[in-house]
Antibody, heavy 117, light 107 residues
């Protein structure tokens, strides 16, 4: 059974870059069947899809975040990563990584990232 | 973007009740709709995909229906473990969107 685990700083300063990594076990990010995805949830609010990367390296991002987001894949470490540039307080959220095949069938536990000076 | 609108926002119910949550899409998403359950401090859990297919391991008291723009999630005989927030999500377009959530509370 696949497991996903987010890691990265819990506090980021405004205008800096938020960087998170998702480590996958029990499955391969090189699998041709899945979209490796980042989703976030601001406190008390609904879920927001950030973007995904396919095993080929092709990506797709939420248009509202596209100018600030990069998702990348590291097949040697079986990981994928999120970089979100120029963050503000509005980017404070629990960030989830997920494996998607249509719907998001497997999720990490989530990590809270707070943007504050 | 396709907008997803859930109703109600909050629902008060008792154990044993039959509960229905509605999700409307701003344009047709055929049957590319999923339902998730989320408990406080936890990641969402996939319940239903393809509008009506039950995810493996999910109790049969959960069911989904609908197509096009209108969808429902039904919980038959609500159990104590079912008090949670439920989200719909469309994956028809390449920009996935979620509903605002429905919190099912104890009456």
């Amino acid at each position: 059974q696949v497991q996903l685990q987010e890691s990265g700083p819990g506090l980021v300063k405004p205008s800096e870059t938020l960087s998170l990594t998702c480590t996958v076990s029990g499955g391969s990010v090189s699998s041709g069947s899945y979209y490796w995805t980042w989703i976030r949830q601001p406190p008390g609010k609904t879920l927001e899809w950030i973007g995904y990367i396919f095993y080929t390296g092709s990506t797709n991002y939420n248009p509202s975040l596209k100018s600030r987001v990069t998702i990348s894949l590291d097949t040697s470490k079986n990981q994928f990563s999120l970089n979100l540039r120029s963050v503000t307080a509005a980017d404070t959220a629990v960030y989830y990584c997920a494996r998607v095949v249509g719907p998001a069938e497997s999720w990490g536990q989530g990590t809270l990232v707070t943007v504050s000076s | 973007d396709i907008q997803m609108t859930q109703s109600p926002s909050t629902l008060s119910a008792s154990v044993g009740d039959r509960v229905t949550i509605t999700c409307r899409a701003s344009q047709s998403i055929i049957s590319w709709l999923a339902w998730y359950q989320q408990k406080p401090g936890k990641a969402p859990k996939l319940l239903i995909y393809g509008a009506s297919s039950l995810q493996s391991g999910v109790p049969s008291r959960f069911s989904g229906s609908g197509s096009g723009t209108e969808f429902t999630l039904t919980i038959n005989s609500l159990q104590p473990d079912d008090f949670a927030t439920y989200y719909c999500q469309q994956y028809n377009s390449y920009s996935w969107t979620f509903g605002q959530g429905t919190k099912v509370e104890i009456k």
